[in-house]
Nanobody, 122 residues
Framework: QVQLVESGGGLVQPGGSLRLTCEAS????????MGWYRQAPGKQRELVAV???????NYADSVKGRITISRDNAKNTVYLGMNSLKPEDTAVYYC????????????????WGQGTQVTVSS
């Protein structure tokens, strides 16, 4: 079984910063891609940023220049550093991982975390 556990969300004022952390644990053989998605009330879940095992990144246009994704492969952990936060960044942020499990390493499986709330408000 695989679990993704997020932490670091909270309430921050506009212009502030937060750092989200997501640790994957369980019977993991390898992790291909890790990423962050978010879902605001009444809206669909959307991509924020993803990072490959080799460090290649991709960002949503709305967060470029303000948000940085990074990962520690040895710790199966992905981070999301968020600066210059805006009220429109308010959402539940979900961690995502595409990985191989030890029991079936020939296949790729997608897992989600439970989500962490980020609220940007004065």
């Amino acid at each position: 079984q695989v679990q993704l556990v997020e932490s670091g969300g909270g309430l921050v004022q506009p212009g502030g910063s937060l750092r989200l952390t997501c640790e994957a644990s369980g019977s993991i053989s390898s992790i291909n891609v890790m990423g962050w998605y978010r879902q605001a009330p009444g809206k669909q879940r959307e991509l924020v940023a993803v990072i490959s095992s080799g460090g290649s990144t991709n960002y949503a246009d709305s967060v470029k220049g303000r948000i940085t994704i990074s990962r520690d492969n040895a710790k199966n952990t992905v981070y999301l550093g968020m600066n210059s936060l805006k009220p429109e960044d308010t959402a539940v942020y979900y961690c995502n991982a595409v990985l191989r499990i030890k029991a079936a390493s020939w296949g790729l499986y997608t897992y989600w975390g439970q989500g962490t709330q980020v609220t940007v408000s004065s």
